[in-house]
Nanobody, 117 residues
């Protein structure tokens, strides 16, 4: 299995930006689809964005479309989530996942993103 470590979370004001990174080790990162999910307090984990193994296919939740961009660098075994125009409702723990679309078997520990109003 791929081991995943997220970074880049923090506190930002509404309208600001953050870039999350997810570094992978072990497994076969370059042939894995990668995804970002988030879980807000008291809510279920939800899908945010996903990207195919070669980066040609990307998918976004409607709530982040046009504001967030997922990308990957297979040479660095890293996937990114650029988050712009952040809103308080984006506050959550963000998790990186690896595997196949609809079946992500490897998960990171998460990184906290807090957006203040």
């Amino acid at each position: 299995q791929v081991q995943l470590v997220e970074s880049g979370g923090g506190l930002v004001q509404a309208g600001g930006s953050l870039r999350l990174s997810c570094s992978a080790s072990g497994g076969t990162f370059s042939s894995s689809a990668m995804g970002w999910f988030r879980q807000a307090p008291g809510k279920e984990r939800e899908f945010v964005a996903a990207i195919g193994w070669f980066g040609g296919s990307t998918f976004y939740a409607d709530s982040v479309k046009g504001r967030f961009t997922i990308s990957r660098d297979n040479a660095k075994n890293t996937v990114y989530l650029q988050m712009n125009s952040l809103k308080p409702e984006d506050t959550a723990v963000y998790y990186c996942a690896a595997g196949r679309f609809g079946d992500f078997g490897s998960w990171g520990q998460g990184t906290q993103v807090t957006v203040s109003s």
